[in-house]
């Protein structure tokens, strides 16, 4: 990649926020999913980006270049998010993948300088129903269980059993993703107990006055469909984009056609006056 360097802020609560920079021209931030770090979860979606765009690729507290705190709130992580666009200085794209995808919401409807938003497969909880609770419940016990016997890599990949389909656990297996991002089980296990994912509020989907293009894989589970659809209806200006052939895993198994969709909408994205 170009111009590759990095850019960290300090947080209200002294956290440092870091990510690595690639690229030249308007700036778009990536936000991870919850599983790895801006790196591991970026790095081939935005090497086709980086003639044309400045991408961010900042980590959640406590991993990638970023520093740890015992708060892993999600208001914390929001505010987190607000405080790198802000230091910026100038109109900023969001990109968010899963549960990044919700912060970057989250973050889009308290921001002016946000000038357009790309979700992707953005996992509403609030709309979770008893069966996936049941599903996402039996997950984490699974990830828990392997965390105990000291099988980080493998904790990791339970949990990722609950979004993955079984075509994408093999090529994130294959891709060494769950061996790297295993060492962050901890992080991850810390914002589960903080969160409760029946808790939401749908109203804040109508203060975000930044387009929005929903990015949804054709293959991937109920559940995030019906949040895609959901986000869709509930911001004042957004629309839903399929990308043939995958699921949840879309940045792992099909950057390029996610970094053609991201370069359609952000080359034309303007926030409104």
């Known amino acids: 990649m170009i111009n590759q360097r990095s850019h960290d802020v300090t947080t209200t ?10 690229g030249q021209g308007p700036p778009l931030v990536f936000l991870q999913g919850v599983i790895g770090d801006g790196d591991l979860d ?50 900023t794209g969001l990109v968010g993948w899963s549960g990044g995808a919700s912060l970057a919401l989250f973050a889009a409807a308290r921001s002016v300088a946000v000038n357009g938003v790309a979700p992707i497969e953005p996992g509403m909880m609030y709309l979770l129903d008893e069966r996936e609770q049941a599903a996402l419940f039996g997950a984490v016990a699974e990830m828990v269980e392997q965390a105990g016997e000291g099988e980080l890599p493998s904790a990791m990949r339970a949990f990722a059993g609950w979004p993955f389909n079984d075509e994408e656990l093999a090529v994130a297996e294959d891709a060494g993703y769950f061996e790297a ?88 994205a303007r926030k409104p006056a």
């Open 13 to 22: 609560d002294g956290v440092t926020i870091g990510g690595t920079v690639h």
């Open 42 to 91: 970026w790095n081939q979606v935005v090497e086709p980006l980086t003639g044309r765009f400045t991408c961010h690729l900042p980590s959640l507290r406590g991993r990638g270049l970023s520093g740890d705190h015992p708060d892993h709130s999600q208001g914390r992580l929001v505010d987190d998010v607000l405080t790198y666009v802000d230091s910026i200085g100038e109109p």
């Open 181 to 268: 991002a295993g060492r962050y089980v901890p992080n991850l296990l810390n914002f589960i107990q903080q969160n409760d994912p029946t808790e939401g509020d749908p109203a804040v989907l109508s203060a975000i006055s930044a387009p929005v293009l929903v990015l949804l894989g054709s293959n991937t589970k109920p559940f995030f469909t019906t949040s895609a659809l959901h986000v869709a209806d509930h911001v004042p200006n957004g629309r839903v984009q399929e990308i043939l052939g995958a699921g949840h895993a879309a940045p792992l198994t099909h950057p390029e056609t996610l970094a053609e969709a991201l370069t359609g909408f952000f080359g034309s």
